[in-house]
């Protein structure tokens, strides 16, 4: 929910000086969940006087990361979050600064401990970091450190988010919050924002009469609507957020079953602001059919051409599609002809230079030839086509699992450790049925090739 940020800089002025040191700390409100600090080198001279306050000398950022090389990991970790600093317009405007050297436009909540030390613990003499820490006991381990004062402000605002439930002042504390979110629905609740979690899953922006008008998918939903609500680079981006009156979200733990989630729903309710998948369109697919004398025909074909048929592997373009069957044809002999390659009423190229066995005219068997052609097709699918793919679940006792037969995509469904699924009738009874296509097909395919699974159970 929060980052605490501090920095160390080389003077006052975010106009004209540089940031040496950074500090983040996530803070759920109970306990710090993660951490990022780094020295950065400020690319010019640390001031003596600097020096003597900080520590932090010219030596010490010498080698240190620029600015530049760590403000990809500085977005990352801080989106989705409130920034919450010490005087925090100060770090804020340098932290902007950096940024926006780089043309980059930062943009957090934010929400400064020194003007809300104030409002909720009024009748210190000093609200500076330092006194105020002293009074109230909280012990800054490396001060005018990065850390160290990042630290102590988590400590600090624990302190204020307890004393503003004490004292019934919750309202406070979200006034306090400078805020991104402009422009929302007014029916747009903040608690259902609160209430996003930090997990792997799909979301639904609905609309005031409660259409879907957009899905995504995440493995930080949290992270990810914040990113969509605070979104101003283009219009359809601005009407879209100020359309969104509420959200729904569907967690998964797994993330292929949040791709497959995606996709289904997509094409079930057709979103206004969903555009085509992220994915690379794929405009052909190789397709596989027995003809009249039991031969397997392997042809390359449009996609749009063949929508109630699922194509062994899918390719961008025809260039693409060409190029792999032709290794497939030259790496297991296959016929020319019967890959569609070659158009004869005779033999193909390939039989007249010993390179075919003759099945373009009958001289070999179909089902020895066939053999050749599912070992070709085995390199676009896994070898077993009934599978159980099974993976992490929404919690620590759960398994998630997805489900293919004869290579159709069946479901999938959730699975309880604790309890005991020795037999697959057990396994397979969890399962929700979902509609199979070509898309859910290459997802699972691609997903597959490029990630690791906790375990895929073939029988």
């Known amino acids: 929910m929060y980052a605490i940020v501090d920095i160390e800089t080389t003077g006052g002025s975010p106009k004209t000086e540089k940031i040496t040191e950074i500090a983040i700390y996530h803070f759920n409100g109970n306990e710090v969940?993660?951490?990022?600090?780094?020295?950065?080198?400020?690319?010019?001279?640390?001031?003596?006087?600097?020096?003597?306050?900080?520590?932090i000398s010219?030596?010490?950022?010498?080698?240190?990361?620029?600015?530049?090389?760590?403000?990809?990991?500085?977005?990352n970790f801080t989106e989705g979050r409130i920034l919450v600093a010490h005087n925090a317009s100060f770090d804020y405007k340098f932290i902007r600064s950096e940024f926006k050297s780089l043309g980059y436009e930062f943009r957090r909540e934010n929400m400064c401990t020194l003007r809300l030390s104030r409002k909720l613990l009024p009748g210190h003499r000093s609200y500076s970091l330092g006194n105020l820490c002293?009074?109230?006991?909280?012990?800054?381990?490396?001060?005018?450190?990065?850390?160290?004062?990042?630290?102590?402000?988590?400590?600090?605002?624990?302190?204020?988010?307890?004393?503003?439930?004490?004292?019934?002042?919750?309202?406070?504390?979200?006034?306090?919050?400078?805020?991104?979110?402009?422009?929302?629905?007014?029916?747009?609740?903040?608690d259902n924002i609160d209430s996003l979690p930090e997990a792997t899953g799909v979301y639904y922006?609905?609309?005031?009469?409660?259409?879907?008008?957009?899905?995504?998918?995440?493995?930080?939903?949290?992270k990810r609507v914040m990113s969509h609500l605070s979104n101003n680079s283009s219009r359809r981006a601005i009407e879209m957020k100020e359309n969104i009156a509420g959200i729904n979200f569907e967690l998964t733990g797994s993330e292929l079953i949040a791709l497959l989630i995606e996709s289904s729903e997509i094409k079930k309710h057709a979103p206004r602001y969903n555009r085509a998948q992220k994915r690379k369109t794929m405009h052909y697919g190789l397709y596989?059919?027995?003809?009249?004398?039991?031969?397997?025909?392997?042809?390359?074909?449009?996609?749009?051409n063949r929508i109630n048929q699922v194509p062994e592997t899918c390719f961008q373009n025809k260039a693409e599609a060409k190029s792999i069957l032709t290794k497939l044809i030259e790496r297991h002999w296959l016929c020319q002809k019967l890959c569609g390659m070659y158009d004869?009423?005779?033999?193909?190229?390939?039989?007249?230079?010993?390179q075919c066995n003759g099945a373009c005219i009958g001289k070999e068997a179909p089902d020895i030839y066939n053999q050749r052609v599912m070992?070709?097709?085995?390199?676009?699918?896994?070898?077993?086509?009934?599978?159980?793919?099974?993976?992490?679940?929404?919690?620590?006792?759960?398994?998630?699992?997805?489900?293919?037969?004869?290579?159709?995509?069946?479901?999938?469904?959730f699975l309880n450790t604790e309890e005991s699924y020795l037999q697959l009738e057990d396994i397979v009874n969890c399962i929700r049925i979902y509609e199979d296509n070509r898309d859910i097909q290459q997802i699972i395919k691609t997903y597959l090739n490029k990630h690791d699974v906790e375990k895929i159970v073939r029988y």
């Open 33 to 55: 969940t993660d951490e990022f600090i780094s020295l950065v080198n400020p690319e010019k001279n640390i001031p003596y006087y600097i020096t003597a306050l900080t520590g």
């Open 58 to 75: 010219n030596e010490m950022v010498e080698n240190a990361p620029k600015f530049y090389e760590i403000a990809r990991d500085i977005v």
């Open 134 to 190: 002293r009074d109230l006991n909280i012990v800054i381990k490396g001060r005018h450190r990065a850390a160290g004062d990042a630290l102590a402000t988590v400590k600090l605002l624990d302190l204020l988010l307890n004393r503003s439930r004490e004292t019934g002042q919750q309202d406070m504390l979200q006034a306090s919050i400078s805020s991104t979110l402009k422009n929302l629905h007014p029916d747009l609740d903040k």
């Open 205 to 222: 922006f609905l609309n005031d009469q409660q259409q879907v008008i957009y899905i995504g998918k995440s493995n930080n939903i949290r």
């Open 288 to 304: 596989s059919q027995k003809d009249e004398q039991g031969y397997y025909r392997l042809e390359i074909d449009r996609t749009v």
């Open 344 to 354: 004869t009423d005779g033999s193909c190229f390939h039989y007249e230079i010993r």
């Open 375 to 413: 070992r070709a097709l085995s390199a676009f699918y896994h070898k077993h086509k009934n599978l159980l793919i099974i993976d992490r679940g929404r919690e620590e006792s759960e398994r998630s699992v997805v489900q293919l037969e004869n290579g159709k995509y069946i479901g999938f469904g």
